[in-house]
């Protein structure tokens, strides 16, 4: 029986096997700044929410990191694709590097890009997410409007404006 072989969802064309898996699954490390973004893209997609939360800079014994609400962003998206806009540093020999990325996704019938610029430092030889300021996007909904006068979408049997169109 042969394997199953999937594209890895980071975008680096290559099998997931051989790209973001081992990094996410702890067998390896990434080398670079550019290389632990792209797996925590990747994580996202697979719902790797442990992987996330543990590769970001911890202060003081925690992370900033609001686990619940990370889990929801990636099992209530789709997610379509990440592209890397730019790096600065963040190369196997340095301590600190940037990531300006952008992830396209979908989620309760809105798409939108993350458009973040991304800080990484290499803490004692691992590459951690420090922090990132977001870009402002564009959100743009998924299908129709829904008209004032139509049913409301959540089922209550309301019109739209007096339900969740207030």
Same mark, same amino acid.
């Given at each position: 029986?042969?394997?199953?072989?999937?594209?890895?969802?980071?975008?680096?064309? @290559?099998?997931?096997?051989?790209?973001?898996?081992?990094?996410?699954?702890?067998?390896?490390?990434?080398?670079?700044?550019?290389?632990?973004? @792209?797996?925590?893209?990747?994580?996202?997609?697979?719902?790797?929410?442990?992987?996330?939360?543990?590769?970001?800079?911890?202060?003081?014994?925690?992370?900033?990191?609001?686990?619940?609400?990370?889990?929801?962003?990636?099992?209530?998206?789709?997610?379509?694709?990440?592209?890397?806009? @730019?790096?600065?540093?963040?190369?196997?020999?340095?301590?600190?590097?940037?990531?300006?990325?952008?992830?396209?996704?979908?989620?309760?019938?809105?798409?939108?890009?993350?458009?973040?610029?991304?800080?990484?430092?290499?803490?004692?030889?691992?590459?951690?997410?420090?922090?990132?300021?977001?870009?402002?996007?564009?959100?743009?909904?998924?299908?129709?409007?829904?008209? @004032?006068?139509?049913?409301?979408?959540?089922?209550?049997?309301?019109?739209?404006?007096?339900?969740?169109?207030?």
């Amino acid at each position: 029986m042969s394997k199953t072989t999937s594209i890895c969802p980071c975008g680096s064309g @290559r099998e997931y096997s051989a790209c973001c898996e081992p990094i996410i699954k702890g067998t390896s490390l990434a080398a670079t700044a550019e290389e632990l973004m @792209r797996a925590r893209y990747s994580a996202y997609e697979k719902h790797e929410i442990d992987f996330i939360v543990d590769t970001c800079e911890a202060v003081g014994d925690k992370t900033d990191i609001d686990r619940k609400a990370t889990q929801s962003w990636s099992e209530e998206s789709t997610w379509y694709g990440l592209k890397i806009l @730019r790096t600065e540093k963040g190369g196997a020999d340095d301590t600190e590097g940037l990531v300006e990325f952008q992830a396209t996704y979908s989620r309760k019938g809105l798409r939108d890009v993350h458009h973040e610029i991304g800080l990484f430092k290499k803490i004692d030889g691992k590459w951690m997410y420090s922090n990132g300021s977001l870009k402002t996007t564009t959100i743009v909904r998924e299908g129709r409007k829904i008209g @004032r006068n139509e049913p409301c979408s959540c089922g209550s049997g309301k019109k739209y404006k007096a339900c969740c169109g207030r």
